[in-house]
């Protein structure tokens, strides 16, 4: 089955950019989705087909997608940023297609 | 304005079946391309995901949980119905449903439901 590997945990000052990577064999080749997730809240998409963002969502997130490596990028990041973050593929590579999710991400901002 | 309750109960017994129900507005199931699917999180985890039915009634499943799993709606009462057999401990989580988009991305989540596993 397809694995998405995302590191556990990611910290930036405020003001900076946070940088949150999302691997996969060839995930070039696929749709890839990010979702924020604060505590107690359902996820809420912010990236979706690699690089758009919903409406309502700010320019400060963008996202990224080649190779092996997809990366959502937060610019500018603020307090109100902390949270978990998520990567999300349809894998139709296998016999059994299906969403992957990552492991998720912690961004703390210090 | 599209969105998505989640309900049923709240605590299951290890072995029982649980049925959970996703009542939802402001999208019809039945408009081509639409989907509604099951996500959960388990206390501290990340997600998983679960099922996924179209508006076609095509249904896709996890693989490590398929046989364990039931995907169905009832386009009349814009509900989608997720059974789950054999429940265990490790089941507790809270359960999300969500709209998909055309590239699989699920754009509007219901608020979760946390189910418990305990005798």
């Known amino acids: 089955s397809y694995v998405l590997t995302q590191p556990p945990s990611v910290s930036v000052a405020p003001g900076q950019t946070a940088r949150i990577t999302c691997g996969g064999n060839n995930i070039g080749s696929k749709s890839v989705h990010w979702y924020q997730q604060k505590p107690g809240q359902a996820p809420v998409l912010v990236v979706y087909d690699d690089s758009d963002r919903p409406s309502g969502i700010p320019e400060r997130f963008s996202g990224s997608n080649s190779g092996n490596t997809a990366t959502l990028t937060i610019s500018r990041v603020e307090a109100g940023d902390e949270a978990d973050y998520y990567c999300?593929?349809?894998?139709?590579?296998?016999?059994?297609?299906?969403?992957?999710f990552g492991g998720g991400t912690k961004l703390t901002v210090l | 304005q599209i969105t998505l309750k989640e309900s049923g109960p709240t605590l299951v017994k290890p072995t029982q079946t649980l049925t959970l129900t996703c009542t939802f507005s402001?999208?019809?199931?039945?408009?081509?391309?639409?989907?509604v699917g099951w996500i959960r999180q388990p206390p501290g985890k990340a997600l998983e995901w679960l099922a996924l039915?179209?508006?076609?009634?095509?249904?896709r499943y996890s693989p490590s949980l398929k046989s364990r799993l039931t995907i169905t709606k009832d386009t009349s009462k814009n509900q989608v119905v997720l059974t789950m057999t054999n429940m265990d401990p490790v089941d507790t989580a809270t359960y999300y449903c969500a709209r998909t988009g055309a590239t699989w991305d699920f754009q509007h989540w219901g608020q979760g439901t946390l189910v418990t596993v305990s005798s």
């Open positions: 402001g999208f019809s199931l039945s408009t081509s391309g639409v989907g």
């Open positions: 999300q593929v349809w894998d139709s590579s296998s016999d059994h297609p299906g969403v992957v």
């Open positions: 039915i179209y508006w076609n009634d095509d249904k």
